[in-house]
T-cell receptor, first 112, second 115 residues
C-alpha cells in the first residue's frame, strides 16, 4: 500500500534559521513521482516540486532545496534562511495510478 | 495563480441535503481530480475524471459523484450530507495524469460546513 509519513506535525523557527521538513514514503511501484505542496492560510495548495523515482539528484531552487534518497525512501525539503512568508502547512505527496497520496502535513511557523 | 477556479468559496448546508460544487480547470487540461481535506489533515482523493469519464476513485461512498464537461468545467455532487462531510473540497487539474507525469494544479477550494 502507498503511504506518506510526515512525522513533524509542527515546527517553529525564528526568521533566518534553516529548517528541514521530513517526508518518508512507502510504495511497491518502481516508477512513481513525489511532490511537495505549500498550503498558506488561504487554503490553496501551491505546487513546489515534482521528482520522479529515477532522478535522485538533489534540487535547489533559490532558498528551497530537496534531498531525495531512494535507499531510505525519503524526500526531505529544506528552506534556507527562512522568512515569515514561508509560514504555511507543507505537504509531501506520492503519485498513484489515478491519485496522489498526501502526508498529514507539517505546519511551519516562522517568527520574526 | 493556477488558472483553476472553484465556486462557491464557502457553503453551509444541513444534514441530509444535497450539494454541488463547481470547478473550472485550466484550458486544455483533460484531467480533473477532486480531494476532500478535513481540518488538520492532508487531502484525501475522492475521484478523477479524464475526458468526461471517471478514471479512478478513492474510498468514498457512491453518494459522492461527479461530472466533467467538454468546456473544462466539472462538478462534485454530494447527496445525503453528513456532519463528517464538513471539509475543504479541492479540485486539481492537469494536462493528463499518467501516474504523476503531469503536475496537478489546485484551485482555492470550497469550504463546506454541514450543520
Amino acid at each position: 500500500a502507498q503511504k506518506v509519513t510526515q512525522a513533524q506535525t509542527e515546527i517553529s523557527v525564528v526568521e533566518k534559521e534553516d529548517v528541514t521538513l521530513d517526508c518518508v514514503y512507502e510504495t511497491r511501484d518502481t516508477t512513481y513521482y513525489l511532490f511537495w505542496y505549500k498550503q498558506p492560510p488561504s487554503g490553496e495548495l501551491v505546487f513546489l516540486i515534482r521528482r520522479n523515482s529515477f532522478d535522485e539528484q538533489n534540487e535547489i531552487s533559490g532558498r528551497y532545496s530537496w534531498n531525495f534518497q531512494k535507499s531510505t525512501s525519503s524526500f526531505n525539503f529544506t528552506i534556507t534562511a527562512s522568512q515569515v512568508v514561508d509560514s504555511a502547512v507543507y505537504f509531501c505527496a506520492l503519485s498513484g495510478n489515478n491519485d496522489m497520496r498526501f502526508g498529514a502535513g507539517t505546519r511551519l511557523t516562522v517568527k520574526p | 495563480e493556477t488558472g483553476v477556479t472553484q465556486s462557491p468559496t464557502h457553503l453551509i448546508k444541513t444534514r441530509g441535503q444535497q450539494v454541488t460544487l463547481r470547478c473550472s480547470s485550466q484550458s486544455g487540461h483533460n484531467t480533473v481530480s477532486w480531494y476532500q481535506q478535513a481540518l488538520g489533515q492532508g487531502p484525501q482523493f475522492i475521484f478523477q475524471y479524464y475526458r468526461e469519464e471517471e478514471n479512478g476513485r478513492g474510498n468514498f461512498p457512491p453518494r459522492f459523484s461527479g461530472l466533467q464537461f467538454p468546456n473544462y468545467s466539472s462538478e462534485l455532487n454530494v447527496n445525503a450530507l453528513e456532519l463528517d462531510d464538513s471539509a475543504l473540497y479541492l479540485c486539481a487539474s492537469s494536462l493528463d495524469w499518467n501516474g504523476g507525469e503531469e503536475t496537478q494544479y489546485f484551485g482555492p477550494g470550497t469550504r463546506l460546513l454541514v450543520l
